[in-house]
């Protein structure tokens, strides 16, 4: 079981490969529904990084009905929209399929970004 804090260490040892460590997170914390995966705030330092990290933990959060840590507050939006695809033909998806909490931090996404098999 990997904490926020941990899986942003490892988004930030790897940065080309950082989806990886973010999608384990996302199956873990699915399976074990455990707030002290959330607990700790992770250090902020990837604009980017930082702003998908958060929406993902307040979407899940949202899905498993457990309350959103107050330190989630105080993760940034992007100054500019990030979209996550990086492919121009996904923008026009990307803005309107991305859940709230990703779209209050300017990350786009499609609807199946957080979809796993």
Do not use: G
Request: proline share 7%.
């Amino acid at each position: 079981m990997n904490t926020a804090v941990e899986v942003k260490q490892r988004i930030d040892k790897d940065p080309k490969w950082w989806k990886i460590p973010l999608m384990e997170f996302v199956d873990d914390f699915r399976r074990d529904k455990d707030p002290a995966m959330i607990a700790e705030p992770f250090t902020l330092s990837d604009e980017r990084k930082d702003a998908v990290l958060a929406s993902v933990i307040e979407t899940l959060c949202d899905e498993v009905k457990i309350r959103i840590p107050d330190w989630l507050k105080k993760v940034p939006a992007c100054r500019e929209p990030y979209f996550v695809a990086e492919m121009e033909n996904l923008k026009a998806v990307s803005l309107v399929e991305t859940p709230v909490h990703f779209r209050l931090r300017k990350v786009f996404v499609t609807e199946n970004f957080l979809h796993r098999v």
